[in-house]
């Protein structure tokens, strides 16, 4: 038995030796021919990549103090925003075109390899076809997967790089296939989330971005001083042009937020390049701090009030008087 099973596979291998050989051939080639495609992808995206990111460093290597009106300051900054964000689009396309390049590669070479090895691939793709019809009804999830990830990227909601919130998880996007968005959020952890189960993208780095300040200040200070400050502490910043904390425009400062028992909120609104709000926001506390000190603007202090229990000081009380 094991003789004539040994006898039919080597007679098999002997008569099919050219198509393994073929099948084998034709593999190695869909490797190398993957490699070689990823290659070329991702140079042609860090060449467009690079000369975005040169031109954007020339325009923000040019000094705004040169006299330049501000409509034309502000429209630089646009433009750098726009290149920013087309070098993250970029980026997303091209990690994309890897993904779908392998697998129309390996699906067509192995397809080849079969046929080399005389299995009929009409009939196959047929049955494919079928199954694929079966497995779309079974496997939804999956084909909402890709439909949802084909239009969150034409439509540009997110790409690599952008600060996102989907939900149940936030952070930066690593990556973006048609079926699943890597994130990784601020403490590290990394979030794979499906593609159909985002149900709302919230993009913290599109275009442009804002740092929202509500700053308190005691009850009884002077709220025109204190207003004077704030925004003499905001334009300074603003035309500094912190790296890593660009400001696009000039701050405003939007008044008495509300007024509390204890304090007094002012409101302060500053638009930054986009994902540098929050280094903006954290040096402009640390200035703001430094500036009421040297102004001498209290930060409000908590009261409490004392309530005695109940019935204390009735009996024998100076206030009451004690019982006769």
Request: glycine share 10%.
């Given at each position: 038995?094991?003789?004539?099973?040994?006898?039919?596979?080597?007679?098999?291998?002997?008569?099919?030796?050219?198509?393994?050989?073929?099948?084998?051939?034709?593999?190695?080639?869909?490797?190398?021919?993957?490699?070689?495609?990823?290659?070329?992808?991702?140079?042609?995206?860090?060449?467009l990549v690079k000369a975005s990111?040169?031109?954007?460093?020339?325009?923000?290597?040019?000094?705004?103090?040169?006299?330049?009106?501000?409509?034309?300051?502000?429209?630089?900054?646009?433009?750098?925003?726009?290149?920013?964000?087309?070098?993250?689009?970029?980026?997303?396309?091209?990690?994309?075109?890897?993904?779908?390049?392998?697998?129309?590669?390996?699906?067509?070479?192995?397809?080849?390899?079969?046929?080399?090895?005389?299995?009929?691939?009409?009939?196959?793709?047929?049955?494919?076809?079928?199954?694929?019809?079966?497995?779309?009804?079974?496997?939804?999830?999956?084909?909402?997967?890709?439909?949802?990830?084909?239009?969150?990227?034409?439509?540009?909601?997110?790409?690599?790089?952008?600060?996102?919130?989907?939900?149940?998880?936030?952070?930066?996007?690593?990556?973006?296939?048609?079926?699943?968005?890597?994130?990784?959020?601020?403490?590290?952890?990394?979030?794979?989330?499906?593609?159909?189960?985002?149900?709302?993208?919230?993009?913290?780095?599109?275009?442009?971005?804002?740092?929202?300040?509500?700053?308190?200040?005691?009850?009884?200070?002077?709220?025109?001083?204190?207003?004077?400050?704030?925004?003499?502490?905001?334009?300074?910043?603003?035309?500094?042009?912190?790296?890593g904390a660009t400001v696009l425009?000039?701050?405003?400062?939007?008044?008495?937020?509300?007024?509390?028992?204890?304090?007094?909120?002012?409101?302060?609104?500053?638009?930054?390049?986009?994902?540098?709000?929050?280094?903006?926001?954290?040096?402009?506390?640390?200035?703001?701090?430094?500036?009421?000190?040297?102004?001498?603007?209290?930060?409000?202090?908590?009261?409490?009030?004392?309530?005695?229990?109940?019935?204390?000081?009735?009996?024998?009380?100076?206030?009451?008087?004690?019982?006769?």
């Open positions: 038995m094991l003789a004539s099973v040994s006898s039919t596979i080597s007679d098999w291998f002997e008569t099919n030796g050219d198509a393994l050989i073929t099948a084998g051939l034709i593999l190695v080639a869909a490797f190398v021919l993957n490699l070689i495609v990823r290659r070329s992808i991702r140079l042609a995206v860090d060449r990111e040169s031109r954007r460093e020339r325009l923000e290597g040019e000094d705004d103090a040169s006299g330049l009106p501000e409509d034309a300051v502000r429209r630089r900054h646009e433009e750098e925003v726009r290149r920013e964000r087309t070098e993250q689009r970029t980026r997303t396309v091209g990690s994309l075109l890897r993904y779908v390049a392998t697998i129309a590669i390996y699906t067509v070479a192995i397809l080849m390899a079969l046929a080399q090895l005389g299995v009929s691939v009409g009939p196959l793709l047929a049955s494919a076809g079928i199954a694929g019809v079966a497995l779309g009804f079974g496997a939804q999830s999956l084909v909402k997967d890709f439909i949802s990830g084909t239009f969150m990227l034409l439509e540009d909601q997110f790409g690599v790089g952008d600060v996102v919130d989907l939900g149940e998880a936030s952070g930066t996007v690593e990556r973006v296939t048609l079926r699943v968005t890597t994130v990784r959020g601020v403490d590290g952890t990394v979030w794979y989330v499906p593609n159909g189960e985002i149900v709302r993208v919230g993009n913290k780095s599109q275009r442009w971005g804002r740092i929202v300040l509500d700053i308190e200040v005691a009850y009884d200070t002077d709220i025109d001083r204190a207003s004077e400050v704030i925004k003499r502490v905001a334009d300074e910043f603003w035309k500094e042009r912190t790296p425009e000039q701050p405003e400062l939007w008044g008495v937020e509300n007024v509390g028992p204890n304090a007094v909120v002012l409101r302060l609104a500053v638009k930054t390049r986009p994902g540098e709000q929050w280094v903006a926001g954290r040096a402009l506390r640390a200035r703001l701090k430094a500036a009421f000190d040297e102004a001498g603007i209290a930060a409000p202090l908590p009261l409490q009030t004392m309530w005695p229990p109940s019935g204390a000081g009735t009996a024998g009380s100076p206030e009451t008087g004690a019982p006769t």
